[in-house]
Protein backbone atom coordinates (compact mmCIF):
# COMPACT_ATOMS: atom_id res chain seq x y z
CA UNK A 1 0.00 0.00 0.00
CA UNK A 2 1.05 4.01 -0.77
CA UNK A 3 1.56 6.25 2.11
CA UNK A 4 -1.41 8.19 0.35
CA UNK A 5 -3.39 4.83 0.94
CA UNK A 6 -2.58 4.16 4.53
CA UNK A 7 -3.18 8.06 5.19
CA UNK A 8 -6.94 7.67 3.69
CA UNK A 9 -7.32 4.31 5.08
CA UNK A 10 -6.71 5.90 8.94
CA UNK A 11 -8.76 8.91 7.68
CA UNK A 12 -11.80 6.65 6.85
CA UNK A 13 -11.69 4.88 10.65
CA UNK A 14 -11.77 7.94 12.37
CA UNK A 15 -14.83 10.70 12.77
CA UNK A 16 -14.89 12.81 10.72
CA UNK A 17 -14.43 15.96 13.45
CA UNK A 18 -11.16 14.75 14.20
CA UNK A 19 -7.51 16.29 12.57
CA UNK A 20 -4.96 13.60 11.59
CA UNK A 21 -1.85 15.51 11.62
CA UNK A 22 0.71 13.00 9.68
CA UNK A 23 3.84 12.89 11.49
CA UNK A 24 6.68 13.54 8.60
CA UNK A 25 9.64 13.71 11.07
CA UNK A 26 12.85 12.18 9.41
CA UNK A 27 10.37 11.44 6.23
CA UNK A 28 12.02 12.40 2.49
CA UNK A 29 10.40 15.83 1.12
CA UNK A 30 8.90 13.61 -1.73
CA UNK A 31 6.85 11.43 0.79
CA UNK A 32 5.46 14.91 2.37
CA UNK A 33 4.75 15.88 -1.14
CA UNK A 34 2.74 13.20 -1.90
CA UNK A 35 0.38 13.44 0.72
CA UNK A 36 -0.02 17.15 -0.36
CA UNK A 37 -1.10 16.14 -3.80
CA UNK A 38 -3.65 14.16 -2.11
CA UNK A 39 -5.09 16.48 0.13
CA UNK A 40 -3.24 16.68 3.01
CA UNK A 41 -2.08 19.60 4.42
CA UNK A 42 -1.32 19.04 8.58
CA UNK A 43 1.87 17.87 9.00
CA UNK A 44 3.88 17.20 12.46
CA UNK A 45 7.92 17.89 12.99
CA UNK A 46 9.62 17.28 16.43
CA UNK A 47 12.93 19.06 15.35
CA UNK A 48 12.67 22.37 14.42
CA UNK A 49 15.77 22.70 11.98
CA UNK A 50 13.75 20.19 9.90
CA UNK A 51 11.09 21.53 10.03
CA UNK A 52 12.05 25.15 9.05
CA UNK A 53 13.99 23.01 6.01
CA UNK A 54 10.91 21.19 4.88
CA UNK A 55 8.44 24.33 5.42
CA UNK A 56 10.94 25.98 2.76
CA UNK A 57 11.07 23.28 -0.03
CA UNK A 58 7.21 22.80 0.05
CA UNK A 59 4.09 24.48 -0.25
CA UNK A 60 3.48 27.72 1.76
CA UNK A 61 -0.16 26.54 2.41
CA UNK A 62 0.50 23.29 4.51
CA UNK A 63 -0.12 23.77 8.47
CA UNK A 64 2.95 22.49 10.11
CA UNK A 65 2.58 21.10 13.87
CA UNK A 66 5.87 21.61 16.24
CA UNK A 67 4.82 18.53 17.67
CA UNK A 68 8.39 18.00 19.65
CA UNK A 69 9.85 19.63 22.52
CA UNK A 70 10.33 22.84 21.98
CA UNK A 71 13.43 24.80 23.48
CA UNK A 72 13.14 28.24 23.61
CA UNK A 73 16.12 29.30 21.85
CA UNK A 74 15.07 27.46 18.51
CA UNK A 75 11.40 29.37 18.69
CA UNK A 76 12.63 32.58 16.34
CA UNK A 77 13.16 29.99 13.72
CA UNK A 78 9.46 28.50 13.18
CA UNK A 79 8.17 31.93 14.38
CA UNK A 80 7.54 33.02 11.08
CA UNK A 81 5.02 30.35 9.74
CA UNK A 82 4.14 27.22 12.76
CA UNK A 83 0.90 26.89 12.78
CA UNK A 84 0.08 24.75 15.87
CA UNK A 85 3.17 24.53 18.84
CA UNK A 86 2.14 21.32 20.66
CA UNK A 87 4.44 20.95 23.42
CA UNK A 88 4.41 24.27 26.01
CA UNK A 89 5.52 22.80 29.12
CA UNK A 90 6.28 26.23 30.94
CA UNK A 91 5.54 29.86 31.15
CA UNK A 92 8.84 31.09 30.22
CA UNK A 93 8.25 29.51 26.96
CA UNK A 94 4.90 31.57 26.44
CA UNK A 95 6.40 34.25 26.98
CA UNK A 96 9.34 33.47 24.28
CA UNK A 97 6.49 32.30 22.04
CA UNK A 98 4.38 35.40 22.10
CA UNK A 99 7.77 37.55 21.76
CA UNK A 100 8.87 36.02 18.75
CA UNK A 101 5.02 35.75 17.25
CA UNK A 102 5.06 39.88 18.47
CA UNK A 103 7.89 40.30 16.28
CA UNK A 104 5.90 38.86 13.30
CA UNK A 105 2.77 40.72 13.79
CA UNK A 106 1.06 37.14 14.01
CA UNK A 107 -1.12 35.33 16.88
CA UNK A 108 0.55 32.10 17.82
CA UNK A 109 -1.57 29.50 19.20
CA UNK A 110 -0.39 26.56 21.24
CA UNK A 111 -1.32 23.74 23.49
CA UNK A 112 -0.24 23.38 26.93
CA UNK A 113 1.78 19.89 27.43
CA UNK A 114 0.44 18.11 30.36
CA UNK A 115 2.73 15.28 31.95
CA UNK A 116 0.04 12.07 31.94
CA UNK A 117 2.54 9.11 31.33
CA UNK A 118 4.50 7.54 34.22
CA UNK A 119 8.04 8.16 31.94
CA UNK A 120 10.62 10.24 33.19
CA UNK A 121 11.61 10.69 29.85
CA UNK A 122 8.20 12.49 29.26
CA UNK A 123 7.60 16.27 29.15
CA UNK A 124 4.79 18.11 30.56
CA UNK A 125 3.52 20.32 33.43
CA UNK A 126 1.54 18.61 36.25
CA UNK A 127 -2.56 19.06 35.61
CA UNK A 128 -2.76 21.74 38.04
CA UNK A 129 -0.25 23.94 36.49
CA UNK A 130 -1.96 24.10 32.99
CA UNK A 131 -4.80 26.08 35.17
CA UNK A 132 -2.34 28.27 37.00
CA UNK A 133 -1.15 29.02 33.84
CA UNK A 134 -4.38 30.47 32.09
CA UNK A 135 -5.16 32.11 35.51
CA UNK A 136 -1.61 33.52 35.73
CA UNK A 137 -1.39 37.68 35.40
CA UNK A 138 1.83 37.24 33.02
CA UNK A 139 -0.34 35.09 30.54
CA UNK A 140 -2.83 37.78 30.80
CA UNK A 141 -0.03 40.36 29.12
CA UNK A 142 0.81 37.74 26.26
CA UNK A 143 -1.21 39.13 22.99
CA UNK A 144 0.58 37.22 20.49
CA UNK A 145 0.50 33.65 22.33
CA UNK A 146 -3.14 31.66 22.63
CA UNK A 147 -3.75 28.35 24.45
CA UNK A 148 -6.27 26.72 22.42
CA UNK A 149 -5.92 23.57 23.97
CA UNK A 150 -3.85 20.43 25.79
CA UNK A 151 -1.76 18.18 24.38
CA UNK A 152 -0.52 14.69 26.50
CA UNK A 153 1.31 11.55 25.77
CA UNK A 154 0.45 7.99 27.30
CA UNK A 155 2.92 5.64 28.89
CA UNK A 156 4.50 3.55 26.21
CA UNK A 157 2.93 -0.03 27.24
CA UNK A 158 0.84 -2.87 25.79
CA UNK A 159 -1.40 -2.08 29.47
CA UNK A 160 -4.33 -0.72 27.35
CA UNK A 161 -6.15 0.25 30.68
CA UNK A 162 -3.52 2.40 32.09
CA UNK A 163 -3.62 4.08 28.73
CA UNK A 164 -6.98 4.85 28.18
CA UNK A 165 -7.02 6.01 31.94
CA UNK A 166 -3.99 8.46 31.41
CA UNK A 167 -6.12 9.66 28.17
CA UNK A 168 -9.46 9.60 30.53
CA UNK A 169 -7.74 11.97 32.88
CA UNK A 170 -6.04 14.90 30.74
CA UNK A 171 -9.52 14.73 28.99
CA UNK A 172 -11.07 15.39 31.88
CA UNK A 173 -8.98 18.35 32.73
CA UNK A 174 -9.77 19.31 29.52
CA UNK A 175 -13.53 19.55 29.92
CA UNK A 176 -13.34 21.29 33.28
CA UNK A 177 -11.10 23.95 31.83
CA UNK A 178 -13.31 24.54 28.60
CA UNK A 179 -16.17 25.53 31.35
CA UNK A 180 -13.91 28.57 31.76
CA UNK A 181 -11.75 28.84 28.83
CA UNK A 182 -14.24 28.56 26.22
CA UNK A 183 -11.27 29.11 23.60
CA UNK A 184 -9.88 25.45 24.44
CA UNK A 185 -10.91 23.68 21.33
CA UNK A 186 -8.05 20.74 20.83
CA UNK A 187 -7.27 18.09 22.40
CA UNK A 188 -3.83 16.49 21.22
CA UNK A 189 -3.73 12.72 22.56
CA UNK A 190 -2.80 9.64 20.30
CA UNK A 191 -0.17 8.53 18.17
CA UNK A 192 0.23 5.45 15.82
CA UNK A 193 -0.14 2.86 18.77
CA UNK A 194 -2.94 4.35 20.49
CA UNK A 195 -4.94 7.05 18.64
CA UNK A 196 -8.13 4.67 18.36
CA UNK A 197 -7.96 4.30 22.58
CA UNK A 198 -7.34 8.71 22.47
CA UNK A 199 -10.61 9.17 19.94
CA UNK A 200 -12.73 7.29 22.59
CA UNK A 201 -11.49 9.07 25.43
CA UNK A 202 -11.78 12.50 23.56
CA UNK A 203 -9.40 13.40 21.26
CA UNK A 204 -9.94 15.84 18.92
CA UNK A 205 -6.05 15.49 17.04
CA UNK A 206 -4.11 12.79 16.61
CA UNK A 207 -0.42 12.54 15.72
CA UNK A 208 0.09 9.61 13.54
CA UNK A 209 2.94 8.71 11.68
CA UNK A 210 4.73 5.26 11.41
CA UNK A 211 1.33 4.26 10.00
CA UNK A 212 1.25 6.12 7.18
CA UNK A 213 4.65 6.44 6.53
CA UNK A 214 6.01 3.52 7.80
CA UNK A 215 8.99 2.98 9.98
CA UNK A 216 11.57 5.71 11.09
CA UNK A 217 14.42 6.61 9.13
CA UNK A 218 16.94 7.01 12.09
CA UNK A 219 20.52 7.49 11.09
Same mark, same amino acid.
Given at each position: ?????????????????????????????????????????????????? =??? $????????? #?? !????????????????????? !?????????????????? *????????????????????? =????????????? $??????????????? =????????????? *????????????????????????? =????????????????????????? #????
Amino acid at each position: MSIVDNYNKIKNTIPENITLVAVSKTKPIEDIQELYDAGVRDFGENKIQE =MCE $KHEALPKDI #RW !HMIGHVQSNKVKYMAEFVHLV !HGVHKLSLLKEINKRAEQ *ENRVQNVLLQVKIAEEDSKYG =MQLHEAREILESE $KYETYKNVKVVGLMG =MATFTDDTEQIRE *EFKALNQLFLNLKKDYPQLKTLSMG =MSGDYEIAIKEGSTLVRVGSKIFGE #RNYH
